[in-house]
């Protein structure tokens, strides 16, 4: 198929751009490889992607025209988005980004899905939607109106937005609830990069919440193979919904959302303990309160993904860890 994906230059979108175009699937990439963090990272990430069957484009979401042509030359049947602007802490002082990337450029792609007729559309929300809610394991079947930081406000804009389109047009959407993705290749402001780099110069790390943390770490393989499958798994209306007990996680409409998690939160404590046995030396830990915007825990519910892709994910936090160090120690020629 024609695969039309964002954020290919971005941690998920490398991965996910591999496993598709070794499918042999043809990929057209796009991203904006913007400087929120290293940017040669995701020009190297580009460079591991040359392959006859990828083609990418370097442009904004933002960019409706941009956006409209590559639609009408390519031809995608499938659509997956995953480019945003990131981080909760970020969009504490830069709200404008996500306003730009994540509600109107998503409105571009949503725009753009319509009038080219495109079969599927799958994008990336956030596990940050579920916000205040203190329900354990997290459910798409929850509410979600309490968010509490502008970067999950545009992440449940876009399922509302996805919505619509489903209702309106017939557009099948997919929602993924990402919970905390680690692996090779990954974000250098998220923990396991920060806290790899800190205790590698024997620098401190910053434990927040007082190591009060819990999360549902996620491997990047298990969601690479989780979207690589409801690819085939177009959304569709649920019979059973209903107005007046309504699900928010379905809808009479082709709608759908998805928690994509490993539904075994880790301590933080526990974690940091991952790297150190890997790397074999000590953190030196300064403790921090619970930052804006942050949730002390994050576990997800996927009874509905393994019951609609029969798919579990199975990698273990020393064994992903492990597997994350390995690439960190290759790529920036640590000594250890």
């Known amino acids: 198929m024609n695969i039309l994906l964002t954020g290919s ?3 998920i979108g490398y991965h996910l751009s591999r496993r598709l175009l070794n499918e042999g699937h043809k990929v057209i ?18 460079t591991q992607l040359n392959h006859n069957n990828f083609t990418f484009i370097k442009t904004d979401l933002e960019d409706t025209e941009t956006i409209n ?10 659509v997956i988005n995953l480019a945003a602007q990131a981080g909760v802490r970020y969009s504490l002082e830069n709200p404008y980004a ?48 309490h968010p509490l930081s502008l970067y999950a406000a545009t992440k449940k804009s876009n399922e509302l937005f996805a919505h619509t389109y489903s209702h309106l047009y017939g ?31 024997n620098e401190p790390i910053n434990v927040f919440n007082h190591g009060n943390m819990m999360r549902d770490f996620t491997y990047v393989d298990d969601i690479v193979e989780s979207i690589t499958r409801l690819t085939k798994r ?25 928690n994509i998690g490993n539904n ?18 000590t953190a030196k ?22 019951r609609d892709i029969d798919f579990q994910p199975e990698t273990s936090i020393q064994e992903g860890v492990n597997k994350f160090i390995d690439w960190y120690i290759e790529y920036y020629g640590v000594r250890l």
């Open 98 to 145: 996500y306003v730009n990337s994540n509600i109107v450029g998503f409105t571009n792609i949503l725009e753009a899905c319509r009038r080219n007729h495109v079969k599927h559309l799958i994008y990336a929300s956030s596990s940050s939607v579920y916000g205040a809610n203190e329900s354990k394991p997290f459910s798409t079947s929850d509410n979600i109106d």
């Open 264 to 281: 075994s939160p880790v301590r933080l404590m526990d974690f940091i303990e991952a790297i150190e046995n890997r790397l074999g030396k």
């Open 171 to 201: 557009l099948p959407t997919t929602g993924l609830r990402f919970f905390t993705v680690y692996g090779p290749w990954g974000r250098p402001d998220m923990a396991l990069f920060l806290f790899t780099k800190a205790i590698v110069n």
């Open 9 to 11: 230059a971005g941690f």
């Open 69 to 78: 042509r590559v639609f009408k030359e390519y031809k995608p049947e499938i």
């Open 29 to 46: 990439g796009i991203d904006n490889v913007n400087d929120y963090y290293d940017p040669q990272l995701k020009k190297d990430r580009l």
């Open 285 to 306: 830990k300064n403790y921090l309160p619970l930052q804006a915007g942050d949730v002390p825990e994050t576990y997800a519910n996927v009874d509905d993904l393994y």
């Open 234 to 258: 177009t959304a569709k209306a649920n019979p059973e919904w209903s107005g007046m007990n309504p699900d928010p996680g379905s809808s009479y409409a082709p709608y759908k959302v998805y």
